[in-house]
T-cell receptor
Framework: NAGVTQTPKFRILKIGQSMTLQCAQD?????MYWYRQDPGMGLKLIYY???????DKGEVPNGYNVSRSTTEDFPLRLELAAPSQTSVYFC?????????FGPGTRLTVL | GQQVMQIPQYQHVQEGEDFTTYCNSS?????IQWYKQRPGGHPVFLIQ?????EVKKQKRLTFQFGEAKKNSSLHITATQTTDVGTYFC????????????FGKGTHLIIQP
């Protein structure tokens, strides 16, 4: 199994641009999550999904959107990028009590 | 929302010394998890504690959950260079999907 994969690894955006961060898992997990990690800080929950077609907001959802059309994929959409969205974004899926994290996407908004 | 406070923020130790990080909450936690993140890496699950007063060991790592389920600690005995990284505690956010609320982490720096 590849586990949780994320693309791209790095991205630089200009203010106002849009992009989609991709996340996929091949473990058939129903629960998936998006977190952001600012420098030197812990992770904050952006959105989560309990299964295909079901998503809900986490702690810091403003400026983001998600969709979950399949069990495997959970993309995160930034519509109008702002400098405050400069961060490392981690996707995770859950089995039992354990969350499995992807390698992250490092995003810079200039 | 729920918050977990973690101290210290940074800890410098000589290789071979012990290390402890502490996690505290103002509310009773249903459980607490610990993660390790290597520099430039992603969080990796270490353990979950559920019961009041629970103590679990993984080789040189000892995890404790307080009697009141409001605090937890991670202790590493005789640190090695492979222990370098940031250690996070995390608690369930309270929502049905059990998203996690993370502490800010303790950065462990080991001097050879």
């Amino acid at each position: 199994n590849a586990g949780v994969t994320q693309t791209p690894k790095f991205r630089i955006l200009k203010i106002g641009q849009s992009m989609t961060l991709q996340c996929a898992q091949d473990m058939n997990h129903n629960y998936m999550y998006w977190y952001r990690q600012d420098p030197g800080m812990g992770l904050k929950l952006i959105y989560y999904s309990v299964g295909a077609g079901i998503t809900d907001k986490g702690e810091v959802p403003n400026g983001y959107n998600v969709s979950r059309s399949t069990t495997e994929d959970f993309p995160l959409r930034l519509e109008l990028a702002a400098p405050s969205q400069t961060s490392v974004y981690f996707c995770a899926s859950r089995a039992g009590d354990t969350q499995y994290f992807g390698p992250g996407t490092r995003l810079t908004v200039l | 929302g729920q918050q977990v406070m973690q101290i210290p923020q940074y800890q410098h130790v000589q290789e071979g010394e012990d290390f402890t990080t502490y996690c505290n909450s103002s509310t009773t936690l249903s459980n607490i998890q610990w993660y390790k993140q290597r520099p430039g890496g992603h969080p990796v699950f270490l353990i979950q504690l559920v019961k009041s007063g629970e103590v679990k060991k993984q080789k040189r790592l000892t995890f404790q959950f307080g009697e009141a389920k409001k605090n937890s600690s991670l202790h590493i005995t005789a640190t090695q260079t492979t222990d370098v990284g940031t250690y996070f505690c995390a608690a369930n956010s309270g929502g049905g999907a059990d998203g996690l609320t993370f502490g800010k982490g303790t950065h462990l720096i080991i001097q050879p």
